[in-house]
């Protein structure tokens, strides 16, 4: 008995020991995290300004947790401020004291704030926490906009002009804040639920939500894992997902990614104030600074002037800031469509041709004593302002009745544009003779009747009926 209390006391005197030696060698690898920490910030050049620390806690394996990092500028300006996160460091830089940009292996971030710009040259710099609050507040005005009755073109009005001149032309910045010059990282960097502001030129996103995985080398790839949540700013959408790599072995980096993008509202880019929402599914390829995107859209519903489309779906190329549209196909008033089109992201000019066939007659007018089905070809034009977009184009139908007046065809030309929809060079063609009128038109939903007149089939002559 005597012997097994003996080693019961030897084993609590070891685990003691050892749970003392441990922790002790986790307090030396805390104050040495800390010390490689700021030595590591007090002579790396790649952050500009300084980085602090409020509080951390390391162990022995590398793996350090910290509260309240904070990035101050050369100016005393705040960078980023995570409120906490983690990160994982070479041990054996720890026990020798060396530092290099390869030190840190992981960093995970929780709950950070972000606000990054791409310049014309591609290289990326983070701005002050004070560009990131301006770009939020920007997004934030044009998404309350745009779930309210205002058009794009009365958000641009609300948006004063200097406002938009330091939009479209970012202050001039004499250094970067972030400087890789040509330095080696390899770590891995983890985002949860983090806050990014992003810029390229006039676009301008935030995206909300962000968890992201992001495996870093610089001289072979960046391997993405990126998802969001809702996001705004050039454009409004309930989320979406980046993953695939970006190769960085070449001279050019390249493009190898699969893009999905959930709900995104065209309203927000400017195109016709539509404001059923698009999802989008897309391979993204090409070299740094120009993606090459090609992919599928689908529309659950789309409701344009006039015209009420449902199962929408169709294919898209962007190059270049221009979007194209092929192959776009989907139900309209009890008949089918198809379309093709571009957008310029920049410019905002848009152009949409499409074909409809076997159309209701009674759906499209609104009126079911109209019994035919009509042919329609129309455009749509816009140069930026979705005020002035004009629909346009021509209808022939077959044979058919009004009430219980047969007709051989009914045919014409229309137009549509700031709510006025005119009708032109309409011909009905029926037993009787020829029905003409050379315009009539809808105003804001009241009609607007021109001169109608008949064509006797036997005699030629032309009687004013109306």
């Given at each position: 008995?005597?012997?097994k209390?003996k080693?019961?006391?030897?084993?609590?005197g070891?685990w003691?020991?050892?749970?003392?030696?441990?922790?002790?060698?986790?307090?030396?690898?805390?104050d040495q995290?800390?010390?490689?920490?700021n030595?590591?910030?007090?002579?790396?050049?790649?952050l500009?300004?300084?980085?602090?620390l409020g509080?951390?806690?390391?162990?022995?394996?590398g793996r350090?947790?910290?509260q309240?990092?904070?990035?101050?500028?050369t100016?005393?300006?705040?960078?980023?401020?995570?409120?906490q996160?983690?990160?994982k460091?070479?041990?054996?830089?720890?026990?020798?004291?060396?530092?290099?940009?390869s030190?840190?292996?992981?960093?995970?971030?929780?709950?950070?704030?972000?606000?990054?710009?791409?310049?014309?040259?591609?290289q990326?710099?983070?701005?002050?926490q004070?560009?990131?609050?301006?770009v939020?507040?920007?997004?934030?005005?044009k998404?309350?906009?745009?779930?309210?009755?205002?058009?794009a073109?009365?958000?641009?009005?609300?948006?004063?002009?200097r406002?938009?001149?330091?939009?479209?032309?970012?202050r001039?910045?004499?250094?970067?804040?972030?400087?890789?010059?040509?330095?080696?990282?390899?770590?891995?960097?983890?985002l949860n639920?983090c806050?990014l502001?992003a810029?390229?030129?006039s676009?301008?996103?935030?995206?909300?939500?962000?968890?992201?995985?992001?495996d870093?080398?610089?001289q072979?790839?960046?391997a993405?894992?990126?998802?969001?949540?809702k996001?705004g700013?050039t454009?409004?959408?309930?989320?979406?997902e980046i993953?695939?790599d970006?190769?960085?072995?070449?001279?050019?980096?390249?493009?190898?990614l699969?893009?999905?993008l959930y709900?995104?509202?065209?309203?927000?880019?400017g195109i016709?104030?539509?404001?059923d929402t698009?999802?989008?599914?897309?391979a993204?390829?090409?070299?740094?600074?120009s993606?090459?995107?090609?992919?599928?859209?689908t529309?659950?519903?789309?409701?344009?002037?006039?015209?009420?489309?449902?199962?929408?779906?169709?294919?898209?190329?962007?190059?270049d800031?221009?979007l194209?549209?092929?192959n776009?196909?989907?139900n309209?008033?009890?008949?089918?469509?198809?379309?093709?089109?571009?957008?310029?992201?920049?410019?905002k000019?848009?152009n949409i041709d499409?074909?409809?066939?076997?159309?209701?007659?009674?759906?499209a007018?609104r009126?079911?004593k109209?019994?035919?089905?009509?042919?329609?070809?129309?455009?749509?034009?816009?140069q930026?302002?979705?005020?002035t977009a004009?629909?346009?184009g021509?209808f022939?139908s077959?044979?058919?009745?009004?009430?219980?007046i047969?007709?051989?065809s009914?045919?014409?030309e229309f137009?549509?544009?700031?709510?006025?929809l005119?009708?032109?060079?309409?011909?009905?063609?029926t037993?009787?003779?020829?029905?003409?009128?050379?315009a009539?038109?809808?105003?804001?939903?009241?009609?607007h009747i021109?001169?109608?007149?008949?064509?006797e089939?036997?005699?030629?002559?032309?009687v004013?009926?109306?």
């Amino acid at each position: 008995m005597q012997i097994k209390k003996k080693y019961i006391y030897i084993v609590l005197g070891l685990w003691a020991l050892l749970t003392v030696t441990y922790f002790t060698l986790c307090k030396i690898a805390s104050d040495q995290a800390m010390f490689i920490f700021n030595k590591t910030m007090s002579a790396q050049k790649v952050l500009k300004g300084s980085v602090t620390l409020g509080s951390i806690d390391a162990d022995i394996w590398g793996r350090v947790a910290f509260q309240n990092l904070v990035w101050l500028d050369t100016d005393g300006q705040p960078i980023v401020h995570v409120p906490q996160g983690r990160f994982k460091v070479s041990t054996w830089d720890i026990i020798t004291r060396t530092i290099s940009t390869s030190t840190i292996k992981e960093l995970e971030l929780d709950n950070a704030l972000f606000a990054v710009r791409f310049n014309r040259k591609m290289q990326l710099d983070i701005f002050e926490q004070a560009q990131a609050k301006r770009v939020i507040d920007r997004a934030e005005q044009k998404e309350a906009v745009l779930s309210g009755n205002e058009t794009a073109a009365e958000l641009e009005d609300m948006i004063p002009e200097r406002s938009r001149g330091q939009e479209r032309q970012p202050r001039v910045r004499h250094e970067l804040n972030l400087d890789l010059d040509n330095k080696r990282l390899k770590m891995q960097v983890v985002l949860n639920n983090c806050t990014l502001t992003a810029g390229y030129r006039s676009r301008y996103f935030v995206l909300n939500e962000v968890n992201a995985t992001l495996d870093i080398d610089t001289q072979k790839k960046i391997a993405i894992d990126f998802v969001t949540g809702k996001f705004g700013g050039t454009m409004v959408g309930d989320g979406l997902e980046i993953k695939g790599d970006i190769g960085l072995a070449q001279q050019i980096p390249h493009y190898d990614l699969h893009l999905e993008l959930y709900n995104v509202l065209p309203a927000s880019l400017g195109i016709a104030d539509i404001k059923d929402t698009v999802s989008i599914t897309a391979a993204v390829t090409g070299e740094l600074p120009s993606p090459v995107i090609d992919g599928h859209l689908t529309f659950r519903e789309l409701n344009i002037p006039g015209l009420h489309f449902s199962k929408v779906r169709g294919d898209l190329h962007y190059e270049d800031a221009l979007l194209k549209f092929t192959n776009v196909t989907g139900n309209v008033f009890g008949g089918t469509v198809e379309a093709f089109g571009d957008y310029h992201l920049d410019t905002k000019y848009y152009n949409i041709d499409a074909l409809g066939h076997d159309l209701l007659g009674s759906i499209a007018a609104r009126n079911g004593k109209i019994k035919c089905k009509v042919e329609l070809d129309f455009k749509i034009r816009s140069q930026g302002d979705p005020k002035t977009a004009l629909t346009y184009g021509s209808f022939r139908s077959g044979k058919g009745s009004y009430y219980i007046i047969p007709f051989d065809s009914i045919s014409g030309e229309f137009s549509n544009q700031n709510k006025r929809l005119e009708f032109k060079n309409v011909v009905i063609e029926t037993k009787m003779g020829t029905i003409k009128t050379d315009a009539f038109e809808i105003v804001k939903g009241k009609l607007h009747i021109g001169e109608i007149y008949l064509e006797e089939p036997e005699s030629g002559q032309t009687v004013k009926i109306i």
